[in-house]
């Protein structure tokens, strides 16, 4: 626990901000909706999104795609990078966390 002010405490849970994330299942469903929505790129066969722009921080690797896709993100999984480069894709990150 973390105390804070003379009452109280403030849970430690409570000041981190974990940012929000987005699973492969999830965003292999939002592909087309970005790309008609002009917040995706179609080039040639592949889709250029951009986590960053779209207000994610991490990419998770649950579910599957099928689809090569690059993606733009600060962070991945190890899974998630080995699944979209399996499909074709493509990662551009900072860190690939384990």
Not at 13 to 19: F, I, L, N, Q, V
Not at 21 to 27: A, E, G, N, P, S
Not at 40 to 66: H, N, P, W, Y
Request: glycine share 12%; proline share 3%; net charge positive.
């Amino acid at each position: 626990m973390h105390y804070k002010g003379k009452k109280g405490f403030t849970p430690v849970s409570a000041s981190k901000d974990p940012g929000r994330t987005i699973d492969l299942w999830q965003l292999s469903g939002l592909v087309d909706k970005l790309v008609a929505e002009k917040k995706a790129q179609l080039t040639g066969e592949k889709v250029v999104v951009d986590l960053k722009e779209l207000g994610f921080r991490k990419l998770l690797g649950s579910g599957s795609i099928s689809r090569p896709i690059q993606v733009k993100v600060d962070e991945c999984s190890e899974g998630a990078a080995k699944k979209l480069k399996e499909a074709g894709g493509e990662l551009v990150t900072a860190v690939v966390a384990k």
